[in-house]
């Protein structure tokens, strides 16, 4: 949900009771809209999260290890000069606003300072702001009065909240009981919404069902009654969270609530915003890696077309060598500035005749010379095109395993290897050389009948499984589509038909052919599958085979 003010103060009071006298260790910017601060609390370092990102803003510890870049932006180093070292004296809600105010101990040496870090969780309009005695020390995201009359955050002006809306504070009874009183019924949750500040619509509905209201009657001389109740559920402390799935994936969070539990109203909003977001880096990713494919896929069906239609424009090579042959046989029946020649075809099986054009301009030798010289141009033209359609259509069977493989990608482990592979290709930058290489992602494991089977996720791993396989363990691999390598790990053991059978299942699953029936897969052992010298990630020659036709089945019970 939006982590609205209800939920936020929650939040905030789980924080000041984990974080509440913790000393400042390391502060990073992992990203644009997100800083994260180490404190060591409780015995033990813990990370606190400030998003402001338009979707997944939150203020949140969690366990999710993550990434500082190489040189650390402004902001960061800003909160790294004033804050590292200091003492988090307390956390708190800024009123009942979506505003949550950090309040650091900066003792140095020879200084002292109370300085507050205010998290604006607001959706699109979060920020992080840093201030020292109401003034404004820096923001992650500055504007000036050029930019807005309304509200400048920039160092050296006084820092103040966002304006309210208008909106009652469901903890002022007063102004909540008025604002009730003029309810003419409906909606009792999108009347929440829409009249009491602080509440998303999911909390909205909430307190509605926890006060057994739907669509109700006004409230009339009952609203100061019904505004202590709802005083009372905003201020309450207990809280069951939950994480709310919907077709298996994270959806929501909640204070209280039907799903999935977790001890922590901050463990929930972890679960739930370490899951999308990484839901959302696998989807940006793999789109990106296929609009690259797609692009090269595109250019290369463009050099093939244009190498095609040249073929085609010497599909008269044969002819002209003939009609210069005809000509110089017949070279004393032509006179000179004749427009054509009769001749028969002795090439012709039916010795048919034939005419052929002719330059009246030209002698009849010149004519054949003519020909002959059509003939060795185009002869010459197809020798060149043919090493280059090779090459095009190895590269573009080459592009299309890799579409192939990527469409089969599940998670960004999947995704890890054919950015390096797309690396090694040249169509991404290197990756900086004091930055380590990502270790090598496991392979798809499958334990059925006492035997391992393992699938490359894409065509480094591959290569890679072949090069571990004994020369009698099994290969697998679909006919005329594209798929993952599948290997039986036989221990020098012959292969049951069952297993060979969940193999071949496995692999037609992870192929372009997984939404058909009956797919070919061709099966040998590994001593039979060479891969030639200098041939792309994935390419292999194999003999001795046999094949099965089978139906594609993941086997996720058999699945380590």
Request: glycine content about 6%; hydrophobic content about 40%.
């Amino acid at each position: 949900m939006p982590q609205d003010a209800f939920t936020l103060r929650h939040i905030a009071r789980e924080l000041d009771a984990a974080l509440a006298g913790g000393k400042v260790n390391k502060i990073i910017q992992p990203s644009r809209d997100e800083a994260d601060i180490l404190l060591y609390a409780g015995g033990k370092t813990r990370q606190l999260v400030l998003n402001t990102h338009a979707t997944f803003a939150r203020a949140c510890l969690s366990v999710q290890k993550r990434t500082a870049p190489d040189v650390a932006p402004n902001f960061c180093m800003l909160l790294r000069k004033h804050l590292t070292g200091a003492t988090l004296v307390s956390v708190r809600l800024l009123g009942f606003e979506r505003i949550v105010a950090f309040e650091f101990d900066c003792t140095g040496e020879f200084t002292h300072a109370v300085r507050v870090l205010y998290a604006e969780i607001m959706g699109k309009y979060s920020n992080l702001i840093l201030t020292e005695n109401g003034i404004i020390l820096g923001a992650l995201k500055v504007s000036s009065l050029q930019e807005s009359y309304k509200r400048a955050l920039f160092p050296g002006v006084r820092y103040a909240p966002p304006a309210p809306q208008d909106k009652a504070d469901p903890t002022d009874l007063a102004a909540t009981a008025a604002r009730l009183a003029a309810f003419g019924g409906g909606d009792a949750a999108e009347f929440f919404f829409a009249n009491l500040a602080g509440l998303a619509l999911p909390t909205c509905r909430l307190l509605a069902r926890e006060l057994s209201l739907g669509r109700a009657e006004p409230f009339g001389a009952n609203a100061p009654a019904l505004a202590e109740k709802i005083r009372v559920f905003v201020l309450s402390d207990e809280s069951a969270p939950v994480l709310e799935r919907a077709g298996g994936k994270a959806k929501d969070f909640h204070v209280r609530g039907e799903g999935e539990r977790f001890a922590s109203v901050n463990e929930a909003a972890d679960a739930c915003y370490t899951e999308r977001e990484r839901e959302r880096d696998f989807a940006d990713k793999k789109r990106r890696l296929e609009n690259l494919l797609a692009a090269r896929r595109k250019k290369e069906e463009k050099k093939l077309g244009i190498l095609l239609e040249r073929e085609r424009a010497c599909a008269d090579m044969e002819q002209n060598r003939i009609r210069g042959e005809l000509i110089t046989a017949n070279i004393y029946a032509v006179a000179k500035g004749a427009e054509g020649l009769e001749a028969v075809n002795y090439y012709d099986p039916e010795a048919r005749t034939v005419r052929i054009p002719l330059d009246k301009s030209l002698t009849p030798a010149q004519n054949a010379q003519q020909y002959y010289k059509k003939y060795n141009k185009q002869k010459r033209t197809l020798a060149a095109i043919a090493p280059q359609k090779a090459e095009a259509l190895a590269d573009l069977d080459y592009t299309h395993s890799m579409l192939a493989s990527l469409a089969r990608a599940e998670s960004t482990v999947d995704l890890a290897e054919a950015e390096e592979e797309l690396r090694a290709e040249g169509l991404l930058p290197p990756l900086p050389r004091k930055k380590a290489a990502n270790a090598p992602a496991p392979y798809r494991i499958f334990r059925v009948d006492g035997f391992t089977i393992a699938a490359g996720r894409n065509n480094v791993q591959n290569d890679r499984l072949l090069r571990e396989c004994a020369p009698n363990d099994v290969w697998l691999h679909t006919q005329k589509y594209h798929s993952s390598h599948v290997v039986v790990r036989s221990g020098g053991k012959a292969v049951p038909d069952s297993v060979l059978l969940a193999a071949a299942e496995i692999c037609a699953w992870f192929s372009d052919a997984q939404a058909g029936s009956k797919v070919p897969v061709d099966h040998c052992e590994r001593r039979f599958v060479k891969k030639p010298p200098k041939a792309k990630a994935g390419f292999v020659v194999y003999t001795d085979f046999r094949t099965v036709l089978v139906t594609p089945d993941r086997h996720a019970g058999e699945e380590v």
